[in-house]
């Protein structure tokens, strides 16, 4: 039976505080869905030239009481870049929190506004360990 991957759902508290910190990774709208009955929008976005792969942000219009919470059941999204230690100094620039920074120059995890795990992962080989990345703590969970 084959199989096509579609995209990954979060739900989104503040659907343009979200798009910002997604849009802050590289990811773009791809397209939009309101339904004015339901009182929702979706809205896919993904890397450039990676329609195929999109993350859906659903955000309920009338609010969703449950957000944020801790959402580690979900797991994470992960986004390969090609320069970690920009990557992170551009979130970091942005305010966003590294919760795990690059110390091995390879892996970083932040949180999006609405506490969803990020993962980060340098392509090709692990970048050398570098200040301040090597020596900064890790930062809550991820």
């Not at 797991?75 to 920009?86: K, P, Q, R, T």
Request: glycine content about 8%; hydrophobic content about 35%; overall charge negative.
């Amino acid at each position: 039976m084959p199989l096509k991957y579609l995209h990954t759902m979060v739900r989104v508290k503040n659907l343009d505080k979200s798009k910002a910190f997604y849009e802050l990774l590289g990811l773009r709208e791809i397209r939009r869905y309101d339904n004015d009955k339901g009182r929702f929008s979706l809205v896919f976005m993904a890397p450039p030239g990676q329609d195929d792969a999109p993350v859906e942000l659903t955000y309920n219009w009338d609010g969703d009481d449950g957000l944020p919470n801790d959402s580690r059941h979900f797991g994470h999204l992960a986004y390969e870049v090609d320069d970690i230690y920009a990557t992170c100094k551009h979130l970091q620039n942005n305010g966003v929190l590294i919760n795990r920074p690059p110390r091995d120059g390879h892996m970083a995890f932040v949180r999006s506004p609405d506490n969803v795990s990020i993962e980060i992962l340098q392509a090709g080989a692990s970048l050398a360990p570098a200040e301040p990345w090597a020596s900064m703590p890790n930062t809550g969970h991820w």
